[in-house]
């Protein structure tokens, strides 16, 4: 009997011990069948899991009956049971990424238990556009963010303008706040995710910088397998979206005789004759008579642009990595001009302990500039007349204009010269981003991150000014060179910047589910921060040589030496915060944040800020009433309430009292220089704050059939920081030294509305977006008895009005006969004006126009903001297609830039449509010379160069292939993708009257070019 007893307790306890050491082994695949690495799999209920390799690969030790959990982000998770040592898993695409994990500070959220105004971008949507700026890359992708790519320049406004300065958002990257320039210039292929923070609740755990949204970057992690080499390169070329037609040299003599008949000259004091004109439009003789194009004459038709990156990735059981490297060349139209950006980025994560995981971070981008000649001016590109010669055939420099010999000033403005002799620039720029952070989980649920980071920046920038030799006459060569067309001295110019900032972070989560419906996580954390700035700028004149490059080179005398520039700055920050989450069985959604930041650039009394928000949600698809309606997959209400700082406006020292020098005197028989008090300090400065409520509502039909999310928003952003013209005249302080007061006030208010639709109809799916936002801008208070501020250019501030506003004469077309014949004309001031001319509106009706009669006439503020996106899938194919638009805008444009003959500038085409009585509904007015009083009031500043900024613009569209895999791996790859890709192809114009400008332009005077860019490209996959 004891061996029977034996006998069954040793089978017992073997199988038990079978049932605890079996390994299960399979492959998890995507719906086309290629393998998945990276998916994790786990036994659910214990911390026992292991995750694919390369290969799709895995080996999970368990019991059987055991229920395996397979998850990745992308895909719908599923569960199986373990009943066989071989499990293999093919995972379907989530409809609508309901369980997706959204990156938030100091933490990630599930998207279905979101409470915030949060948009989240998949940064493989970008990872192909041929573009060196994120930022562009992502126009009309998210509602509410208002994104314009300017030839100088991109910018980006989250809800639109905050304040009267600078209201762009924060960046965090992996945590560490960085520059918009860093942002701008990442590697796209090494991020794994892209956040925008757009209300007060989500964004308020960065407090004091975050007033005006908030992106956040979370970098890619190696997963655990076996190396994996991803490749992605392209190369194409960029044309210019819009280039002005100007007219040819043939065009501009006759129009400029019609500007001089006009203006009362007689045909013997033309400029140009009916015979000039002639000769011009033949041809023969391009030493007297030529047609100088500047644009084509100095600019290349294109411009090369290339785009390289490989991420590697892997690890093991304790460590994973994942290695980028990337390389950007962006040629511009000018020759010799370029720009190389190299990327490198290293991230790997060791799990040390089992309850201490380190992880490092570096990032380091390289962005190195160089101009091989002189500077392509755009401005004399429109300055200088087709009538000028650029290079005589006898390989003179021009010095022919208007059939007779140029000033030395006129010559001097050869653009081509200007290229070719003007000298040459470079600069280094260099940002390194690195950091550590270490998680400690001493329990389930409790998890402790320590954080350090340090940013570096450094911009070392070079310029020198080269000597030239002077022109040669061609009309009189025996009169040798003419003089003032030399340059006898040249120039070096040096000029190096950078800052550091050392960053501390420490926080602690914890997560706890009671009686599994009370979901409850807390945090709280600490920030500290320090950061320094240095520059210096020198300069020597006269080298020996054009060709040298060090600053020694130059004269050592003292007339020679240029004012030497420098400057320090020094700011460091302390922050606490904390955020409570509770939702009550998926269902009912509740989150507090708050945080208090304290900086050095405010004194004692105003240094603490203090930035709660509160926000709750209604997943009303989880009530028992509509659990039962199939259709409906996602219903969610969500509000929010709470408050954010700003410190971008406010200066480091802005609190203190400055002085400046004024003079010397006599001291003691000695002559000392003297300081005068400069800008009056504040030492009651304090933070800007933005309040912002939110109401939003999203929801999911026919199993992502259908999508919806709206937003409705109002954010007023108080005490902002203005130099307010309130100070009483008997102070004697001038405008410049009135002390900033935190006395304005701004309100931004709208609507944000995205829609999607998706659809799988066999080998073929598509997907739809849409997005529009609207937004109000209001200036609410600028101080006490203040109702507008002093105009600023075309801008100005005034209450009741939104930022940005133009201010200047309200025009109502031009003159005609008609009205001239009955008298209809209103003085500007004493000059009576003719048909023809631009007709301005008497605003205050006492008779006559003048600096009275100035009103806000527009803005350059979106109303309405749009993109769409379109994707189509056939097989291997797909092609994708992205829109963005905006409406409501003006753009203000002058001089050079739409005024014909200011400055000698070159007309149109355009303006070949202008005022004749014969012609009376013409776009431009009546020509005058530019020395007319006619001619300067037509130009005065008015609405009449106000031209329509709205347009719609097809961002990028782009084509791929995916080679079937089973070629693939016959020349020994996993996938091989080949694309092509466009970037700005069309464009439809809100304005309609000149023809050839890009819509995203800045206001102001000559020319700025915009870019396209076409490019092919493969990206694979070891």
């Not at 999508?707 to 302080?733: C, H, K, P, W």
Request: with cysteine.
């Amino acid at each position: 009997m004891k061996n029977i007893l034996l006998t069954i307790c040793l089978c017992l306890i073997g199988m038990s011990l079978h049932a605890q050491s079996s390994v299960i082994k399979g492959t998890v695949l995507d719906n086309s069948g290629l393998p998945l690495p990276g998916v994790n799999i786990i036994v659910k209920g214990t911390i026992n899991g292991v995750s694919t390799d390369f290969d799709g690969a895995y080996e999970l030790t368990c019991s059987m009956g055991d229920v395996l959990e397979f998850s990745f982000m992308g895909f719908k998770t599923q569960t199986i049971t373990a009943s066989s040592s071989v499990i293999n898993c093919t995972m379907e695409e989530e409809t609508e990424l309901l369980d997706e994990l959204v990156v938030v500070g100091y933490g990630t959220q599930k998207k279905v238990n979101m409470t915030g105004s949060v948009v989240s971008i998949d940064a493989k949507k970008i990872e192909d556009r041929p573009s060196e700026n994120i930022l562009k890359s992502l126009q009309g992708a998210i509602p509410g963010v208002t994104i314009i790519s300017r030839p100088g320049g991109t910018s980006i406004n989250i809800r639109g303008r905050g304040n009267l300065g600078s209201s762009s958002p924060l960046y965090i990257v992996d945590g560490i706040e960085v520059s918009s320039d860093f942002f701008s210039n990442m590697d796209p292929s090494v991020i794994e995710n892209l956040s925008f923070l757009k209300d007060a609740s989500s964004a308020a755990i960065y407090g004091a910088k975050a007033a005006y949204g908030v992106v956040l970057v979370t970098t890619k992690t190696g997963t655990k397998g076996k190396l994996q080499v991803v490749y992605n390169g392209s190369v194409g070329f960029s044309t210019s979206t819009y280039t002005p037609e100007v007219v040819d040299s043939w065009t501009y003599a006759e129009m400029y005789r019609t500007s001089e008949l006009n203006s009362g000259v007689g045909e013997d004091g033309l400029r140009f004759s009916a015979e000039d004109v002639a000769n011009y439009k033949a041809g023969t003789d391009l030493d007297r008579y030529p047609n100088t194009n500047w644009f084509d004459e100095v600019l290349d038709d294109k411009a090369l642009f290339t785009k390289h990156n490989m991420l590697f990735s892997g690890g093991g059981d304790k460590t994973t990595y994942a290695f980028g490297l990337g390389f950007l060349r962006n040629e511009t139209f000018t020759p010799g001009e370029a720009t190389n950006r190299y990327n490198f980025s290293s991230k790997t994560t060791s799990k040390l302990k089992p309850w201490l995981t380190v992880t490092s971070n570096v990032n380091f981008i390289y962005k190195k500039y160089e101009r091989e000649k002189g500077y392509a001016a755009l401005t004399e590109f429109l300055r200088v007349p087709p009538t000028q010669v650029a290079k005589h055939t006898n390989g003179d420099w021009g010095s022919v204009r208007d059939n007779s010999m140029a000033s030395p000033a006129q010559i001097n403005a050869n653009p081509l010269r200007t290229l070719e002799e003007g000298g040459r620039a470079n600069s280094d720029t260099k940002h390194l981003l690195g950091s550590m952070t270490a998680e400690i989980t001493p329990m389930e649920g409790l998890k402790i991150s320590n954080q350090v980071g340090y940013r570096y920046w450094d911009y070392r920038g070079f310029s020198f000014q080269n000597k030239k030799e002077g022109v040669p006459s061609f009309l009189n060569p025996s009169s040798g060179l003419i003089s003032g067309t030399e340059s006898d001295v040249n120039q070096m110019d040096v000029n190096w910047q950078y800052s550091e900032k050392l960053n501390y972070d420490g926080w602690v989560n914890y997560e706890k589910t009671l009686n599994e419906v009370h979901n409850i996580s807390a945090m709280a954390g600490i920030h500290a921060d320090t950061y320094t700035f240095k520059n210096l700028k020198v300069g020597r004149k006269d080298f020996a040589s054009n060709e040298m490059n060090a600053l020694d080179g130059g004269s050592r005398d003292p007339e020679k030496q240029l004012t030497t520039e420098g400057d320090v700055q020094e700011s460091s920050t302390l922050s606490y915060f904390g955020r409570l989450t509770y939702n009550y069985n998926q269902k009912y959604l509740f989150e507090a944040n708050l945080r208090a930041d304290a900086s050095s650039r405010f004194a004692k009394e105003g240094r603490w800020g203090y930035f709660p928000s509160f926000s709750a949600g209604w997943r009303m698809d989880q009530e028992a009433f509509l659990t039962d309606v199939e259709w409906l997959d996602n219903l969610k209400l969500r509000a929010s309430w709470g408050q954010n700082g700003n410190i971008n406006n406010v200066g480091l020292y802005d609190t203190y009292s400055t002085y400046e020098a004024s003079g010397t005197a006599l001291v003691s028989g000695n002559v000392l220089p003297t300081l005068v008090e400069g800008r009056i300090g504040n030492p009651h400065l304090t933070w800007e704050t933005a309040t912002t409520t939110n109401f939003g509502v999203d929801a999911i039909f026919g199993n992502g059939l259908l999508g919806f999310s709206m937003d409705l928003y109002n954010r007023i952003t108080d005490d902002i920081l203005i130099q307010a013209e309130d100070v009483y005249a008997e102070t004697g302080l001038s405008s410049d030294k009135v002390p900033a007061r935190n006395v304005g006030s701004v309100r931004n208010r709208g609507i944000e509305l995205a829609l999607t639709h998706r659809k799988d109809i066999g080998d073929f799916s598509y997907q739809f977006g849409f997005n529009l936002a609207y937004n109000k801008n209001e200036i609410l208070d600028l101080g006490d008895k203040v109702d507008q501020l002093p105009p600023d250019s075309y801008f100005i501030l005034e209450k009741g009005e939104s930022v940005g506003s133009f201010y200047m004469l309200e025009a109502d077309g031009l003159y005609s006969t008609a009205d001239e014949d009955a008298g209809n004309l209103i003085p500007y001031g004493t000059q009576m004006p003719e048909a023809g001319m631009v007709k301005f509106v008497d605003q205050n009706e006492d008779g006559v126009i003048d600096a009275k009669d100035r009103t806000i006439v527009a803005k350059d503020v979106p109303d309405f903001t749009y993109g769409i996106n379109l994707e189509l899938n056939y097989k291997n194919v797909s092609l994708s297609v992205t829109g963005q638009g905006v409406s409501g805008v003006k753009m203000y444009m002058d001089n050079e830039a739409s005024q014909a003959f200011f400055n000698n500038s070159v007309p149109r085409n355009w303006q070949k449509d202008n005022w004749t009585v014969t012609n009376q509904n013409a776009n431009y007015p009546k020509l005058f010379r530019e020395t007319d009083d006619r001619y300067t009031y037509n130009n005065k500043m008015s609405s009449y160069w106000l031209f329509d900024a709205s347009y719609f613009r097809i961002k990028n569209i782009s084509l791929s292939y995916n080679i079937s895999k089973e070629l693939a791996r016959k020349v020994g790859l996993n996938k091989v993708r080949v694309y092509l890709s466009a970037d700005n192809p069309f464009t439809i114009r809100g304005d309609h009257r000149m023809k050839d400008f890009d819509p995203e332009r800045s206001s102001g005077r000559g020319a700025q070019l915009g870019v396209k860019t076409f490019t092919s490209g493969v990206s694979v996959t070891f």
